[in-house]
């Protein structure tokens, strides 16, 4: 069984598991973990750590805020931990797909793409309405 949890700076991890829940339902694999002004990174290292330690079982992903900020550091030590994979630059879409990902699936297989399919999400809406490569297209986006 794999086990995701969200973690960001203040309550973005919180509000994310939220919305998830909003669109997908109840995920019974997701949690949060949320720094909060005047903690350390070290404390989340340290409680995940432990829950690691004690659930070997389970595989772990853990999705972050932002690729160079101070949760994604101190957590990036957890990689070399068996069963844990860590990606940053959380967003909602990254974070659904994550958790609507087939149970039986290998995250080392589904990861990759639901990187992707985050990136693919990102878009400049006035630039692709205006685009000539999406004339055709605008209606299907609208429906």
């Not at 991890?13 to 903690?39: R, T």
């Not at 659930?55 to 101070?70: H, K, M, R, V, W």
Request: net charge negative; charged share 20%; hydrophobic share 40%.
């Amino acid at each position: 069984m794999t086990k995701i949890i969200l973690i960001s700076h203040g309550m973005l991890a919180e509000g994310m598991a939220n919305s998830i829940q909003m669109v997908a339902g109840k995920v019974d694999n997701l949690s949060w973990l949320s720094l909060h002004p005047g903690e350390e990174p070290e404390t989340l290292y340290r409680q995940l750590e432990q829950q690691i330690h004690d659930a070997p079982q389970f595989t772990y992903i853990l999705l972050t805020d932002i690729p160079g900020g101070s949760v994604n550091t101190a957590l990036s030590k957890l990689c070399a931990l068996p069963h844990v994979f860590l990606v940053s630059g959380m967003n909602l879409g990254l974070a659904l797909n994550v958790c609507l990902a087939s149970p039986n699936e290998d995250p080392s297989e589904y990861l990759p793409r639901c990187i992707e399919d985050a990136k693919e999400d990102i878009l400049d809406i006035n630039q692709w309405m205006h685009s000539e490569t999406n004339k055709q297209g605008e209606e299907e986006f609208y429906d």
